[in-house]
């Protein structure tokens, strides 16, 4: 039943809060626009960026026309794992942000040199292609720390880093990893190799549940505790922390209880993952415009979580069923955001912008604001 969603593994993910993928879709329009000018009303917005923020704000985006209401104000990137839409490119231009394709790939093919090379042409002709400034790598496989897989892994990044510099003045490279460098859901990269070959890793602080060695209950996407943590271990390996984005969800899990407790504890079916017994694939993914509005008809009311500094509540289905659903929200976010400048991150992000209520409504417009504004920094004290 949960089968799907052990594939899974964000961002890839099967992305909760917007368009279904549409690759296909994108490779079969690509044709049409090979060869042809510039789509934007201005051709100097098909120039590559070239400006280099201080700050970065990542913006994963999934499709659809959502991101006509995003705080352009703020970000500086926006990864399209959706369909590629050249309007959202021109606009993003205009604003000075980059617009960066996908890269996926099956590490086994990878070791193979030749392969790479040719891997890494196809994305450089398709970014080119698409008036695009560079690439996030998004290989959330399982490596065995002594596969020939691991070195080719770095390789792959510093190639492919290597190429765009030089295929396209100004581009960015980046790579996800998972909340901690500590073999989560068994993939031993090279961290450092592969932070030094690009230009910054997006720093997955989510799923951070995806392994649970100890009690199968309900826990938060993201615990404060256990987020700061994983920094902590990036940067003691010796990664610079301006080569690290913190990456936040706008997204939550909805579990159903065996047994919700007096004191909201919440017991889940055992579904193993990568060797641990439970796991977060016991529940499912939900966004966080879903959240606020369900959040109303809970039994529990929003509750706040002092251990994990994260909010929940519970909920009956029709069918007699307790949920419970941890989530984020300004608040928790905006703790974690605090630390980025306490430990000189070089910026912030989520997966992904799609999951915000942008129907215009006007609580669900607050809302939404409200997580926007929830990623700029606010000094502590
Ligand atoms: C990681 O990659 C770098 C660059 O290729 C290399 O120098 C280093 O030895 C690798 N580290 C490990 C532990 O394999
Ligand atoms: C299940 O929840 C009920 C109601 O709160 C509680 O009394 C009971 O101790 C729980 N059972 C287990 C096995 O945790
Ligand atoms: C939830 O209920 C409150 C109080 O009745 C109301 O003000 C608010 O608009 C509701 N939120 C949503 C998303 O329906
Ligand atoms: C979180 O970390 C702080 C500082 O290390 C520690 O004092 C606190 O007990 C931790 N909280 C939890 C719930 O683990």
């Known amino acids: 039943m949960s089968q799907p969603q052990l594939g899974r593994r964000r961002p890839l993910a099967r992305q909760p809060c917007g368009a279904p993928g549409l690759a296909l879709l994108a490779l079969l329009t690509l044709p049409l626009a090979a060869g042809a000018d510039c789509p934007c009303p201005e051709p100097e917005l098909c120039r590559p960026i070239r400006h280099r923020p201080d700050f970065e704000v990542f913006v994963f985006d999934v499709g659809q026309k959502t991101w006509k209401s995003y705080d352009w104000s703020q970000i500086t990137t926006v990864a399209i794992f959706g369909k590629y839409d050249s309007e959202l490119m021109c ?65 792959l990044v510093k190639e492919t880093t290597d190429s765009f510099h030089r295929e396209i003045e100004g581009s960015q490279v980046t790579f996800d990893v998972a909340w901690s460098p500590k073999n989560i859901d068994r993939r031993c990269y090279n961290y450092t190799g592969i932070a030094d070959a ?5 720093v997955m602080s989510y799923d951070e549940q995806s392994q649970v060695w100890s009690e199968c209950i309900a826990a938060a996407n993201a615990p404060y ?59 499912h993914q939900v966004p966080y415009k879903m959240i606020m509005k369900q959040m109303n008809s809970s039994i529990s009311g929003n509750q706040w979580d ?58 669900a417009k607050q809302q939404t604001e409200e997580m926007w504004n929830a990623l700029k920094l606010k000094l502590q004290g």
């Open 198 to 202: 690009c230009d910054f890793l997006f």
């Open 91 to 155: 606009y993003a231009h205009s604003r000075g942000a980059r617009v960066v394709l996908k890269g996926d790939v099956s590490l086994k093919d990878i070791i193979d040199p030749t392969f790479r090379a040719s891997w890494i042409a196809q994305k450089l002709d398709l970014a080119k292609t698409q008036y695009m400034d560079g690439i996030n790598i998004d290989i959330e496989q399982e490596v065995d720390c002594s596969s020939p897989e691991y070195d080719a892994l770095t390789a």
């Open 225 to 283: 505790n256990q987020t700061l943590t994983g920094y902590n271990d990036y940067i003691k390996m010796g990664i610079n922390p301006k080569k690290l984005v913190m990456g936040v969800p706008w997204y939550g899990y909805d579990y159903t209880c065996l047994n919700l407790s007096q004191d909201h504890v919440c017991t889940i079916a055992k579904v193993p993952f990568r060797g641990a017994p439970c796991s977060d694939a016991a529940g």
């Open 306 to 363: 002092k251990d994990q500094q994260a909010p929940y509540y519970n909920y009956k289905d029709p069918a007699g069923h307790f949920h419970q659903v941890w989530y984020d929200n300004p608040r928790s976010i905006s703790l974690k955001a605090a630390y980025i400048q306490n430990y000189g991150l070089r910026g912030i992000g989520m997966w992904n912008a799609n999951c915000l209520d942008y129907s215009g409504d006007a609580v």
